[in-house]
C-alpha cells in the first residue's frame, strides 16, 4: 500500500500548484492517446524519496461556508488519506475557513502538515505568525509557483507519513492481477467466479481459508494473485456512504499488479471513469485488459450496435484484448485472464536490438520523420531500455520535436513486428551522441 497525501484548503490557495509542483516529471512515458480522459487530481509522486499518491482536492469552506457537495469530497479524500496538507495564503491571511478546516481535520483525526504559501518575498517568521493560532504546529512558508520551501515541505510529509505497509512482493512467480471498474459493474461477481469455480481454477493451497489466504489461485498452471480491491482498506474515519468510484484505490489496485482487467459495464458503454481508469493503467504502465461485462443483459438485436460503439471509443486502445463478458452467468471470463497473463508475457519480453533497429529503420523508411527547421529528425538507434512495460529507448537528432502520433506509430511497429499482445510500449526519446546522456 502507498501512503496516501491530500492536499486541502480553501479555493484559490493554491493547491493544483502545489500538486503540479510535488507531481513533477510524469513518470510515465506512455504517448498521451487521444480520447483518454486523464486525472489531474490523483497522482504517483515521490516526495524526499517515498512513493506516495497525492491527491488535490476542490477547495472548500469560502467564507466559512460548506458547500455540501464539496465538503463530501473533502470528507472522502481526508477518509482515504494517511496525512493531508492543508494549505493557506499568506496574502490573505487566516480566513474563517481555514479555521473550519482546521478544526475539521482535527475532530477527523488527521494528521495534518500547515504550509502558508504565497510567501515568496517576505520573512518565514512573517508569512506563518496569524497561522499558528490553527494550532498546526511547525507551519512551513512555501511558494508553490517558485518552489520556494516545497523540498523542505516534501521532506516533512514523507517524514511524517506512517511506516511503509506491505505490498504484494514482486518476485514471489505470482502474476498479480487486479480487477478495477466503476461501482457495480460486478467486479466482485468476476473475482467470487474465478475463486469458486474449482472446475476451472484450482486454488492451490488446500484447506486454506478464504481470508488468509483469500485470492491466490491457480490458472493453467500458473500461480496468479487478485489483488483484492474490495479489500483495499478504506481508512474508515468517515463513513464512505454507498460504493463510489475510488480513484485512490483503483491506483493502489493498480500499482501491485502485473495485469488490470478494466470491467466496465457493457449496457453503458465506455464511460469518462472507465477511460480514467484506463489511463491510470496505462499511465502505469501495466499489461492491460477491458472486459464489457453484463453482455447478457444487451439484448441481442443490439449487440453489434454496442460492440461497434465500444470499439470506436476503445480505439485508441489497439493492443489491448476487449472480450464481452458475463461475470454472472461464467462467459468469457476466463479469455480475461488467458489476456492478462498473455499481457505480462509480452510486458516481460526480451527484445533484442538487432530485431529492434531492424524495426526502427523499416518504420523510418516506411513513414519518413516530420522535418524540423529544414532537416528531418534523425532517429539513429534503437535498443530495450526496461520491461514490465517494455521501454523503447531510441536516440536521434532533434527528438523532442517528434509528434506524439509518431511515438505511438513506433510503439505500433514494435508490438507488431514482435506480436506483443496487451501491453502498452514506451518510447523514450534522446538527442544527442552520448547514447546514456539524457537530451
Ligand atoms: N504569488 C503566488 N501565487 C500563487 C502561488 N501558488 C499559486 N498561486 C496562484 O494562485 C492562484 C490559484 O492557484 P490554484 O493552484 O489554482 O489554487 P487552488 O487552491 O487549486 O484553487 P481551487 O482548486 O479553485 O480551490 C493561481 O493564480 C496561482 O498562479 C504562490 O506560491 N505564489
Ligand atoms: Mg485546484
Known amino acids: 500500500m502507498l501512503p496516501v497525501v491530500a492536499i486541502t484548503g480553501r479555493p484559490n490557495v493554491g493547491k493544483s500548484t502545489l500538486f503540479n509542483r510535488l507531481a513533477g516529471k510524469r513518470e510515465a512515458l506512455v504517448a498521451d492517446y487521444p480520447g483518454l480522459t486523464r486525472d489531474r487530481r490523483h497522482c504517483l509522486a515521490r516526495l524526499a524519496g517515498r512513493r506516495v499518491i497525492l491527491v488535490d482536492t476542490p477547495g472548500v469552506g469560502e467564507g466559512g461556508d460548506w458547500d455540501e457537495a464539496l465538503r463530501g469530497q473533502f470528507e472522502r479524500a481526508l477518509a482515504e488519506s494517511d496525512l493531508a496538507v492543508l494549505l493557506t495564503d499568506s496574502r490573505q491571511g487566516l480566513c474563517p475557513a481555514d479555521e473550519a478546516a482546521a478544526g475539521w481535520m482535527r475532530e477527523a483525526g488527521c494528521a495534518v502538515i500547515l504550509a502558508v504559501n504565497k510567501s515568496e518575498g517576505q520573512p518565514r517568521e512573517i508569512s506563518v505568525a496569524e497561522f499558528h493560532a490553527l494550532g498546526i504546529p511547525d507551519p512551513h512558508a512555501i511558494s508553490a509557483l517558485r518552489g520556494d520551501g516545497v523540498t523542505l515541505l516534501a521532506e516533512a510529509v514523507a ?8 505490498t504484494l512482493d514482486a518476485d514471489q ?21 474465478y475463486l469458486g469455480e474449482e472446475r476451472m481454477l484450482v486454488r492451490d493451497q488446500a484447506g486454506t481459508t478464504r481470508d488468509s489466504v483469500p485470492l491466490d489461485f491457480e490458472y493453467g498452471g500458473e500461480p496468479c494473485t487478485l489483488v483484492d480491491t474490495a479489500g483495499i482498506r478504506r481508512r474508515a474515519r468517515v463513513d464512505p456512504g454507498p460504493e463510489r468510484l475510488s480513484v485512490t484505490q483503483a491506483l493502489q489496485a493498480i500499482e501491485q499488479a502485473d495485469a488490470v482487467i478494466v470491467l466496465l459495464d457493457a449496457r453503458e458503454g465506455a464511460t469518462e471513469q472507465d477511460l480514467r481508469l484506463i489511463s491510470l493503467a496505462l499511465d502505469r504502465g501495466r499489461a492491460l485488459v477491458i472486459g464489457a461485462n453484463q453482455w447478457d443483459r444487451v439484448p441481442a438485436s443490439d449487440r453489434a450496435r454496442v460492440n461497434d460503439e465500444l470499439a470506436r471509443q476503445l480505439k485508441f486502445l489497439d493492443f489491448a484484448d476487449l472480450h ?7 462467459w468469457s471470463v476466463t479469455k480475461l485472464l488467458d489476456s492478462a497473463l498473455a499481457g505480462v508475457e509480452s510486458a516481460s519480453r526480451d527484445l533484442p536490438t538487432g530485431q529492434l533497429n531492424a524495426v526502427l529503420r523499416r ?19 534503437a535498443h530495450q531500455g526496461g ?3 517494455p521501454l523503447i529507448v531510441i536516440h536521434g537528432r532533434q527528438t523532442k520535436h517528434l509528434p506524439d502520433s509518431f511515438r505511438r506509430y513506433l510503439a505500433r511497429r514494435v ?24 537530451s
Open 159 to 166: 517524514g511524517a507519513l506512517p511506516a511503509g505497509a506491505a
Open 173 to 193: 512467480g505470482r502474476t498479480r492481477i487486479a480487477i478495477i471498474g466503476r461501482p457495480n459493474v460486478g467486479k466482485s461477481t468476476l473475482v467470487n467466479r
Open 324 to 330: 464481452r463478458v458475463s461475470a454472472l452467468r461464467g
Open 363 to 381: 518504420a523510418v523508411e516506411e513513414h519518413a520523420t516530420p522535418r524540423r527547421g529544414g532537416r528531418r529528425i534523425r532517429l539513429n538507434y
Open 387 to 389: 520491461k514490465r512495460p
Open 415 to 438: 508490438r507488431t513486428t514482435f506480436g506483443l499482445r496487451g501491453t502498452p510500449v514506451r518510447i523514450e526519446l534522446r538527442t544527442g551522441s552520448n547514447p546514456y546522456k539524457e
